[in-house]
């Protein structure tokens, strides 16, 4: 018995001492935006006395959702090396059609984001096909899309106008929230399901006589992750409104729509083909055509996944703003979600990310531009601080990948 707990003991010593090492080696993953989200939290947690509440907290996450729900429509096209500059108002263009179905021609919501999101995979397939089959590049083409989409929405919207939705259903997603049973319902469900996973993910490795993660490292891992999510949601679910006039309490709708579009893109990521041949494209796209990967096929659905989601983040717009304007997906909403996949480790290079790292980072951005609104910093000084965190980030991930070359 002895003999195993210091197996296990060294075995973990070995783990901590290999994962140094790739440290040391610039392959750092997602650590830099952990610890940046960690210490800024800290910052402001310090420097304003509202940052660290559960009013705020939860402003925060509904905040942050569509530039999050964007990010992670980028990642595959980020994996691939490639850019999408036309997602913000891809966005803007799909929730403009959903709010025009809904209260101009009276169509039910789910039909109507139904036929968003189609509008969002037709605009996408029109992309990945100019620059997988064409061969224009990314670039040029998501540049004339983002001018072309900016163009539409003010067809569609009208200068200075703006479209109003007043349904039920789509306001709910950014302003209402789960009751707390439901909220702690969510919790035990998403858990348990995750520690199974685990669990069958590290048996079935083992059996197939595969290198398997050390399950007393998995234990640790899972259980601090368990604790932090518990923690989250017995914050959202105390009182944060003015009773007895206004109750507030409950994880917001939009947490468990995001945590869906997470487990969903990272099962196609991680346990399916067309996920493998993503990431061996976005590492050499000529090595994965020799390999008989249809390349053209993968450059084109990416782009697809890319703006169906954005069509998923221009009604989460719609719900926040109860309406659509012309600057929908416009200004920073872009950058700010190019910047959340790179903060987040997403490779700008292709071939290396996740897509919890469009989270990560896009946690990240929104701590930054909520913290420093509350010290009431300025737009000018947000944008700098910004800027300054995504180009540290591309910068680690430079350093990371030519250290990796030279290896």
Known sequence: MSNDVIVEKESLGTVAHNYWSKVKAGDIGSLPAVLGLVSLAAIFTFMSEYFFTNRNFA??????APVIVIAM???????????????????GVTGAVLVLLITNHDFPWYAALAISV???????????????RIGIPSFVVTLSAFLAFQGILLLLAGEGGTIPIDNKVILAVENSN????????????????????????????????LKAELLNLWILKTGGLLLITGGAVFAL?????????ISTRGIPIVVPIILLILVAGTF?????????????????????????????RVRTVAFILCSSLAAIAGMLFASRMNSISPSTGGSSTLLYAVGAAVIGGVSLFGGKGKMRDAILGGLVVAVIDNGMGLLGYGAGIQFLVTGAVLLVSASVDAISRRGNISS
């Open 59 to 64: 402003n925060l996450l509904t905040q942050a």
């Open 73 to 91: 429509g980028l990642v595959f096209v980020l994996l691939l090396g490639e850019i999408d500059l036309s997602a913000g108002y891809a966005s």
């Open 118 to 132: 189609g509008v969002g995979a037709l605009l996408g397939f029109l992309m990945g096909t100019l620059v997988s």
């Open 178 to 209: 789960l009751t707390p049973i439901q909220g702690w319902i969510l919790y035990c469900v998403a858990s348990a399901v995750y520690v199974l996973l685990g669990l069958n993910r590290i048996n079935s490795r083992r059996r197939a006589g």
């Open 237 to 245: 679910n105390q009182e944060r409104g003015n009773p007895p006039i």
């Open 268 to 296: 196609l990521l991680g346990s399916t083909a067309f996920g493998r041949h993503l990431y061996a494209v976005g590492g050499n796209a000529e090595a994965a055509r020799r390999a008989g990967i249809n390349v053209k």
